[in-house]
């Protein structure tokens, strides 16, 4: 029932991606709770399987997080040190000369990180703003240097050589752990993995780790199944009308739930016992409505993710990625941990 989150899949996906970077401490990336499945639950999961270096958003994330996790547990903060945070038992990553002097001004002696910026442009010093502030930076001694990729989901994007290039460059004679990879860095091989690795929708069962267990099972309800005519159609506006004589069952969840509203009538099923039955009409706020002509029994709930239906794939008739399925399922569902 609701969504089942299978803890021990993302330990194996944990020790996987570790396996594919035995030289780097693997990191777990649980910004956003956990990409959607809980991030108390997935945090304190990993720390009893070895991880100590946790990574989320927000400082009002670790700052929830803190407590659940031992003191040896490191809570990076990937907006670094935004003004009036407090960062109490947090590490901010700094991203700009005004977060370093900010957070050297506020927290003299207290744990941070440094991220650099490789060539994304969205976060982290660029290299003349490194220059200037490098060696005094260096001499606060900061836990780890950082920098993000662009496009390490393809593995033969021109940036990533660029990106590595340049980090290396920056971050030459520095003596500081380095970290660069996240899911798709650490798939690229050992010249992207560096000290710290710090994989997010791997760990969750999402592309580009294909070999990644699934994680997530989200079964819905059937509220109820009727017969629909030639001609009829299904739902809002109309859009959906029945070629044949068919029976469609109604299940209670929708768009407010995270069943993004580009999956009506886009190819994407739901599955009885592996069997699937296709979305017709307008995915609606509480209600979604699917072809289940193809059952002989309709059963008290169908599944939208399933071994035969996994978050890449209703994200490709979403027209999105994973990431955003997983982020997008909200706390309206019964939650089942595994
Ligand atoms: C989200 C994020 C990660 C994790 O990325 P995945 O692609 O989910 O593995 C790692 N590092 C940074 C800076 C991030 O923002």
Redesign the pocket.
């Given at each position: 029932m609701g969504l089942r989150i299978d803890i021990q899949a993302i330990v194996a996906n944990w020790r996987a991606l570790a396996s594919r970077a035995p030289t780097a401490r693997t990191a777990a990336?649980v910004?956003a709770d956990g990409?959607g499945l809980g991030a108390e639950r997935v945090a304190t999961a990993l720390y009893q399987a070895g991880a100590r270096d946790f990574?989320v958003?927000l400082a009002k994330e670790g700052r929830a997080l803190r407590p659940h996790l031992p003191e040896d547990a490191m809570i990076n903060v990937?907006s670094g040190h935004m003004p009036g945070e407090d960062l109490t038992g947090l590490v901010p990553v700094l991203n700009s000369p005004e977060q370093f002097f900010r957070d050297r001004t506020m927290r003299p002696g207290q744990p941070f990180a440094l991220?650099l910026d490789s060539g994304m442009n969205r976060?982290g010093m660029e290299a003349a703003e490194w220059t200037a502030i490098r060696s005094e930076a260096l001499e606060a001694g900061p836990d780890f240097i950082?920098s993000?990729l662009a496009c390490?989901?393809e593995p033969d994007h021109p940036a990533n050589a660029a990106q590595l290039a340049a980090f290396r460059e920056m971050t030459a004679g520095c003596n500081v752990p380095l970290s660069l990879s996240?899911?798709?860095g650490i798939l690229l091989g050992a010249d992207y993995h560096f000290d710290i690795v710090?994989?997010?929708?791997?760990l969750y069962g999402?592309m580009p780790f294909a070999q990644a267990r699934q994680v997530v099972r989200l079964s819905l309800p059937v509220i109820q199944t009727r017969e629909v005519h030639v001609g009829e159609f299904v739902g809002y506006g109309s859009t959906w009308i029945a070629g044949d004589t068919c029976r469609v069952a109604t299940v209670a969840a929708g768009y407010a739930d995270g069943i993004l509203r580009a999956l009506s009538s886009s190819g994407a099923c739901l599955y009885a016992d592996g069997v699937a039955c296709p979305i017709v009409g307008r995915v609606s706020m509480d209600l979604v409505t699917a072809d289940v002509s193809a059952l002989s029994d309709v059963p008290a709930e169908l599944d939208l993710i399933c071994d035969q239906q996994p978050i890449d794939r209703v994200a490709d008739f979403a027209g999105t990625i994973g990431?955003e399925i997983l982020t997008a399922l909200r706390q309206r569902y019964e939650r089942t941990y595994l």
């Open positions: 990336v910004k990409y990574f958003a990937l991220q976060l950082m993000h390490a989901d996240a899911t798709g710090r994989p997010g929708v791997g999402g990431y």
